[in-house]
């Protein structure tokens, strides 16, 4: 048996080494089993805790208007949802198409939904896929609306907040939205429209959300 | 640290491309010693005289498929993160079919007429340059051809998942099938040995 292996040549050493090693993949077991995550539930706990897997919807759009490009904005409503109105440059992930998805391990992800329940559902979920830099946008489009598509007077604000409420004045146009200047127009802000979604088209230079990285060769 | 590297954000896009040349000068240096600078014997893959080309092809496929296996199974790569590339069936067929042609016409593929011009032969050249004509005309025409381009999408198929068996089985069947090809072309080698160029070179 010894003399008849040492007498092969390399070429069928290998071969017959390949042979072995194909035979052992029938019993090897799953190679995407190899992949899961343990959850590491207090890294997940202190995270919460300090409110940095949050993003303000102040900062978000401060973002949006500086163009910043290094981040992806995730809207986790259905797609009718996202067709009537969502905001600019994010792409439609439903939340259970959200495994599946083609969003990057190393990429800086911030989710949103209406308002944080599904967000949190969502940002648990790619947590636990290993996924590094996932955000909440605090509040969803619900805050967002509030704060800075339609903000408030503010009433008997000090001096910075008006300063800040006239920041948001122009913020507001910019998206499309309307500050309310009447501070008791509550019921009128329900009748306002949203602004249509063609809105990133037009005002904001980024480009769309979905941004299709091709590799391979 | 986990593979794939790149994903899990061990170096940045600019490291990445270093990283990528470095990768394309060993592979080119590897097609050349493998005899692949020469047109002859690669377009004597098609007389079945010289089967060089499919021994060191599968010998790639069967290495780097049991590379990727054995070091997901344990759990040293993410499989998950390797990107595979969308099945457009028959642009793809038609494509392999362009390819095949121009590499009898031509007797080089992409990758080797590079290798070819960088070893200093004139044909090889004219095959890269004949490569770059064909990528512009390709890229003008492009609005044109883009129904078809994007037509008949299978999505990201992989053998197991197309024929619903399991990895290791296809590994498996892919490692016998790749040892029969080579039983296959030590014999086509033998039988029409006339037809090989590195016995006239």
């Not at chain 1, 080494?17 to 052992?24: C, H, K, S, V």
């Not at chain 1, 759009?61 to 490009?69: N, P, V």
């Not at chain 1, 905001?87 to 989710?111: D, G, M, T, Y």
């Amino acid at each position: 048996m010894k003399k008849f292996f040492s007498e092969l040549s390399t070429n069928k050493k290998l071969a017959i080494f390949g042979f072995m090693l194909g035979l052992f993949a029938l019993t090897a077991g799953n190679p995407y089993g190899g992949t899961s995550i343990k959850v590491n539930e207090k890294e997940l706990a202190l995270s919460t805790v300090g409110n940095s897997d949050k993003v303000l919807v102040t900062d978000l759009a401060d973002w949006i208007i500086k163009a910043k490009a290094d981040y992806e904005l995730v809207d986790l409503r259905s797609e009718e949802k996202y067709s009537e109105y969502t905001i600019p440059n994010s792409q439609c992930i439903p939340i259970a198409q959200l495994p599946q998805s083609e969003l990057f391990r190393n990429q800086k992800i911030v989710l949103f939904s209406d308002d944080n329940i599904d967000a949190a559902k969502a940002w648990f979920i790619l947590k636990s896929k290993g996924y590094k830099g996932v955000y909440i946008l605090d509040g969803g489009l619900d805050v967002w609306k509030e704060k800075v598509l339609f903000p408030k007077t503010p009433i008997n604000g000090s001096e910075k907040e008006i300063a800040q409420f006239e920041k948001m004045k122009e913020v507001a146009t910019y998206f499309g939205g309307q500050a309310q200047t009447d501070s008791s127009s509550t019921e009128i802000k329900q009748q306002i429209s949203l602004p249509t979604t063609n809105l990133n088209s037009t005002q904001v230079t980024v480009p769309k959300g979905k941004k299709k990285k091709r590799e391979g060769c | 640290m986990n593979a794939p590297f790149y994903k899990f954000n061990l170096f940045g896009f600019d490291v990445s491309l270093i990283i990528a040349f470095a990768i394309g000068i060993g592979f080119g240096f590897m097609l050349e010693r493998g005899g692949f600078g020469s047109a002859r014997i690669l377009a004597a893959q098609f007389y079945l005289g010289n089967m060089r080309v499919l021994k060191v092809m599968f010998t790639a496929i069967v290495t780097a498929m049991l590379g990727i296996f054995y070091l997901s199974v344990i759990g040293y790569l993410d499989l998950s993160l390797i990107y595979v590339s969308n099945t457009y069936i028959l642009p793809q067929v038609l494509g392999g079919l362009i390819l095949g042609v121009g590499f009898v016409i031509g007797g080089y593929c992409p990758g080797t007429s590079m290798v070819a011009f960088s070893t200093g032969k004139i044909d090889g050249l004219v095959y890269v340059l004949g490569v770059a004509f064909g990528i512009f005309v390709f890229g003008e025409m492009f609005p044109m051809l883009e129904g078809f381009f994007n037509s008949t999408d299978l999505g990201k198929q992989t053998l197991p998942s197309f024929l619903g068996l399991s990895y290791g089985l296809v590994v498996f069947l892919v490692v016998v099938m790749a040892i029969g090809a080579f039983i296959a072309a030590e014999w086509s080698e033998k039988k029409f040995a006339d037809r090989n160029p590195e016995k006239s070179i």
